[in-house]
């Protein structure tokens, strides 16, 4: 028997787990919910069975279908509301990120997790890369020895056009900010994957480019220090020209590692220099924010499936969130 899933919030995004779940065997899209009616029942159209429902409102197809998994693609602040809706009724939730734009939000979804029969997945997507992967790899192996430090730089462009069709970007209350958690969490969770939990974090923020149009910020910079003294330098905007592949470099006591895009470069001591060209089989997504999508999704419904534990669940992205609200606290951009 097929697995009925539902889409909350039909809006860009949502195409890309549409198209995933939709090549999926044992998945059947029963519903899509937006307020937007139009939205879900192009949407519907696209992917959606005969009998799939159209929904303005989760509560009313909560109620019609009981899907057993809400793939949730709704604007920020609604991701903590909709999801402990979900948990609270016995079903699972795989959630794009991010998990929450508040500690008390996160505090949450941690509770409802202890009451609720329902898993929790977080999108994040990038962990999935094969980039990442060789890096693991590549750490693995111990050649390089002990990382030292790391860097991120993340150089995108949200031009006016991004924020003004829009009702919910752009603003504190349902963004929960701007250059961090929305375009470059993925970043920060690569960087903290490899350098782990910093005790150190301190971080400036500021509007450069759309400061009449948005009230978050366009640019972040920050420092991060580490047990046993590793340093890292986190640099973030979205008033570039254009999207440039995101970069992230780790220093090693015997060499070095670089990614970009699906590009690794790894530079050893002794001079020695390798480069790995990898491809990820049928991408889903844009190159520069990653395309494993469809990995990361394809091993949440393997782990319900099995009953094992998820890779991306709300532990394993406590330290990145934590480590981002400590950023917005340090900039003082939180209370």
Same mark, same amino acid.
Not at 319 to 334: D, L
């Given at each position: 028997?097929?697995?009925?899933?539902?889409?909350?919030?039909?809006?860009?995004?949502?195409?890309v787990?549409?198209?995933?779940?939709?090549?999926?065997?044992?998945?059947?899209?029963?519903?899509?919910?937006?307020?937007?009616?139009?939205?879900?029942?192009?949407?519907?159209?696209?992917y959606g069975?005969?009998?799939?429902?159209?929904?303005?409102?989760?509560?009313?197809?909560?109620?019609a279908?009981?899907?057993q998994?809400?793939?949730?693609?709704?604007?920020?602040?609604?991701?903590?509301?909709?999801?402990?809706?979900?948990?609270?009724?016995?079903?699972?939730?795989?959630m794009?990120?991010?998990?929450?734009?508040?500690?008390?939000?996160?505090?949450?979804?941690?509770?409802?997790?202890?009451?609720?029969?329902?898993?929790?997945?977080?999108?994040?997507?990038?962990? %999935?890369?094969?980039?990442?992967?060789? #890096?693991?790899? !590549?750490l693995?192996e $111990?050649?390089? *020895?002990?990382?030292?430090? @790391?860097r991120?730089?993340?150089?995108?462009?949200?031009?006016?056009?991004?924020?003004?069709?829009?009702?919910?970007?752009?603003?504190?209350?349902?963004?929960?900010?701007?250059?961090?958690?929305?375009?470059s969490?993925?970043?920060?969770?690569?960087?903290?994957?490899?350098?782990?939990?910093?005790?150190?974090?301190?971080?400036?923020?500021?509007?450069?480019?759309?400061?009449?149009?948005?009230?978050?910020?366009?640019?972040?910079?920050?420092?991060?220090?580490?047990?046993?003294?590793?340093?890292?330098?986190?640099?973030?905007?979205?008033?570039y020209?254009?999207?440039?592949?995101?970069?992230?470099?780790?220093?090693?006591?015997?060499?070095?590692?670089?990614?970009?895009?699906?590009?690794?470069?790894?530079? %050893?001591?002794q001079?020695?220099?390798? #480069?790995?060209? !990898?491809?990820?089989? $049928?991408?889903? *997504?844009?190159?520069?924010? @990653?395309?494993?999508?469809?990995?990361?999704?394809?091993?949440?419904?393997?782990?319900?499936?099995?009953?094992?534990?998820?890779?991306?669940?709300?532990?394993?992205?406590?330290?990145?969130?934590?480590?981002?609200?400590?950023?917005?606290?340090?900039?003082?951009?939180?209370?």
């Amino acid at each position: 028997m097929k697995r009925k899933v539902a889409i909350v919030g039909c809006g860009g995004i949502s195409q890309v787990h549409a198209r995933v779940l939709g090549a999926m065997e044992g998945v059947e899209l029963c519903a899509f919910v937006d307020c937007r009616l139009d939205c879900a029942e192009k949407l519907a159209g696209q992917y959606g069975e005969g009998r799939a429902g159209i929904y303005g409102n989760l509560k009313e197809m909560l109620m019609a279908k009981e899907p057993q998994v809400v793939h949730i693609c709704t604007p920020h602040y609604l991701h903590v509301p909709m999801a402990l809706e979900v948990l609270a009724g016995g079903g699972s939730v795989f959630m794009e990120k991010p998990p929450a734009i508040s500690i008390r939000q996160f505090k949450q979804l941690e509770q409802a997790l202890t009451q609720s029969n329902g898993k929790l997945g977080i999108c994040f997507q990038n962990r %999935y890369n094969p980039s990442t992967k060789k #890096v693991d790899e !590549l750490l693995r192996e $111990g050649r390089l *020895g002990e990382i030292r430090g @790391g860097r991120a730089f993340v150089t995108w462009n949200r031009d006016e056009n991004y924020y003004r069709d829009s009702d919910w970007r752009g603003n504190w209350k349902t963004e929960g900010g701007g250059a961090l958690i929305n375009q470059s969490i993925h970043a920060l969770d690569l960087l903290l994957r490899w350098l782990g939990e910093p005790d150190v974090v301190e971080a400036s923020m500021g509007s450069h480019h759309l400061r009449k149009v948005a009230e978050v910020e366009d640019v972040v910079e920050a420092f991060l220090k580490f047990p046993g003294g590793k340093r890292a330098c986190f640099y973030a905007t979205t008033a570039y020209v254009t999207d440039a592949p995101v970069q992230i470099e780790l220093a090693c006591e015997q060499g070095s590692i670089r990614v970009e895009e699906e590009r690794v470069t790894v530079k %050893y001591s002794q001079g020695e220099e390798a #480069v790995y060209l !990898l491809k990820t089989e $049928g991408p889903v *997504g844009k190159a520069y924010w @990653g395309s494993g999508h469809a990995s990361c999704i394809d091993d949440f419904y393997r782990s319900l499936e099995t009953g094992t534990p998820y890779a991306n669940d709300l532990a394993s992205v406590t330290n990145t969130m934590q480590v981002m609200m400590r950023m917005y606290q340090s900039a003082g951009m939180r209370n």
